[in-house]
């Protein structure tokens, strides 16, 4: 009878021994499971500070006081669109090379034709490459993406007679281009500076153009060797024209037809938006130019050559008279009014075969608006 109660107090220890450990291993279990979504919660709450950071960022920027921040988001927008643009186009441009750096299709001076008779159905016959107003290559990658920039109001002949010179004109150089027609609605004053602004911040909408071409619609070019591309500096691109016998029209002239990177032309704030009616705004660029400290080139002279379309003084395109008064302003003047400070109204923006029209509501001179207040 002795030994068995110190053997059944021995059975008793080593169960509840065997009992304890076996809790403290499934205490321990529990607290790994415990441990692990614990740490998984807390991985993503980093990120999620930085993009709050982020979102705070663009916030200001866009609340910011200068317009010049949102002009400058716009161009950056559309860098990230072509991006994309080229990402979709990555497997036609991988069989593709480079085009040379002198198109073998260029014919150097051309016999200009200006039929009464032509029509627009005959223009869209001859160029069926051209989609929407625009044309890229199809056995060469382009050098440069140009986007050319014509102000327009009643002047649907001239028009025609461009398009049907310069869409084959484009396609001998080689390049990728879109033709934008700036329309300017209604009846007041013609603003040539104004409309040119207004195309560029509507084409950068379409694309992130390289470089853009400034186009009066009267001047069709002689020589497919004068090349609608950009260069290291604004270039001028009408040395001379018919109607001044092939010369430069007056020292510094820059008018007519003009090439600015997307990069140079912000840089000057673009054209001013205060001229109204014909003359000065070409010189405003210009000096806007210089205060820059960038140089204008050209092309040589047998080369740069225009005929000019003969034409009548529009209604509604008189003579500046005050251009010389704001001309003396633009050194005080360009910071303030350019592409930051250019408002208007975009009415339509259609895309038939040949061009990509934008129709836009520009306002009025200061002196006409106030006729108006004071007639209401």
């Known amino acids: 009878m002795g030994p068995c109660p110190a053997m059944s107090l021995f059975t008793r220890k080593a169960k509840f021994l065997l009992l304890l450990a076996l809790c403290l291993c499934v205490l321990a279990w529990i607290a790994t499971l415990t441990n692990g979504p614990v740490k998984t919660e807390q991985e993503p709450t980093l990120p999620q500070v930085q993009n709050e950071g982020k979102e705070d960022a663009e916030l200001k920027l866009?609340?910011?006081?200068?317009?010049?921040?949102?002009?400058?988001?716009?161009?950056?927008?559309?860098?990230?669109?072509?991006?994309?643009?080229?990402?979709?186009?990555?497997?036609?441009?991988?069989?593709?090379?480079?085009?040379?750096?002198?198109?073998?299709?260029?014919?150097?001076?051309?016999?200009?034709?200006?039929?009464?008779?032509?029509?627009?159905?005959?223009?869209?016959?001859?160029?069926?490459?051209?989609?929407?107003?625009?044309?890229?290559?199809?056995?060469?990658?382009?050098?440069?993406?140009?986007?050319?920039?014509?102000p327009h109001r009643n002047r649907e002949k001239h028009l025609l007679y461009l398009l049907y010179h310069l869409h084959p004109f484009l396609q001998r150089q080689q390049i990728h281009y879109g033709i934008y027609i700036i329309h300017q609605a209604g009846d007041s004053t013609f603003n040539r500076a104004k409309l040119l602004n207004v195309g560029y911040l509507e084409a950068l909408k379409d694309y992130s153009w390289d470089c853009f071409i400034f186009h009066d619609v009267?001047?069709?070019?002689?020589?497919?060797?004068?090349?609608?591309?950009?260069?290291?500096?604004?270039?001028?691109?009408?040395?001379?024209?018919?109607?001044?016998?092939?010369r430069l029209r007056y020292k510094g002239y820059f008018g007519g037809v003009t090439a600015m990177t997307k990069e140079q032309f912000f840089k000057v704030n673009g054209f001013p938006n205060t001229y109204w009616g014909w003359g000065g705004e070409d010189d405003d660029l210009r000096i806007r130019v210089q205060l820059q400290g960038m140089k204008i080139v050209r092309p040589l002279p047998k080369v740069a050559r225009y005929t000019m379309v003969f034409h009548k003084r529009d209604s509604g395109n008189e003579v500046n008279q005050d251009r010389m008064r704001l001309l003396g302003r633009t050194p005080q003047m360009w910071r303030k009014d350019?592409?930051?400070?250019?408002?208007?109204?975009?009415?339509?923006?259609?895309?038939?075969?040949?061009?990509?029209?934008?129709t836009v509501d520009i306002g009025m001179p200061p002196s006409a608006a106030r006729v108006k207040r004071m007639a209401v």
């Open 62 to 150: 866009e609340e910011g006081p200068e317009k010049s921040s949102a002009i400058r988001n716009q161009l950056d927008k559309p860098a990230e669109d072509k991006e994309e643009q080229e990402e979709q186009g990555t497997e036609d441009k991988a069989t593709k090379a480079s085009c040379p750096d002198e198109s073998p299709l260029l014919r150097g001076e051309m016999k200009l034709s200006f039929k009464p008779t032509l029509t627009l159905g005959q223009v869209e016959g001859e160029n069926q490459a051209v989609v929407e107003g625009q044309y890229e290559p199809a056995d060469c990658t382009a050098r440069q993406s140009v986007a050319i920039l014509i």
């Open 218 to 246: 009267d001047l069709v070019p002689e020589n497919d060797r004068n090349l609608y591309t950009c260069e290291n500096q604004p270039k001028h691109l009408v040395v001379g024209r018919n109607s001044t016998g092939y």
């Open 338 to 358: 350019g592409l930051n400070s250019c408002s208007y109204k975009t009415l339509s923006v259609e895309r038939p075969p040949l061009y990509i029209n934008v």
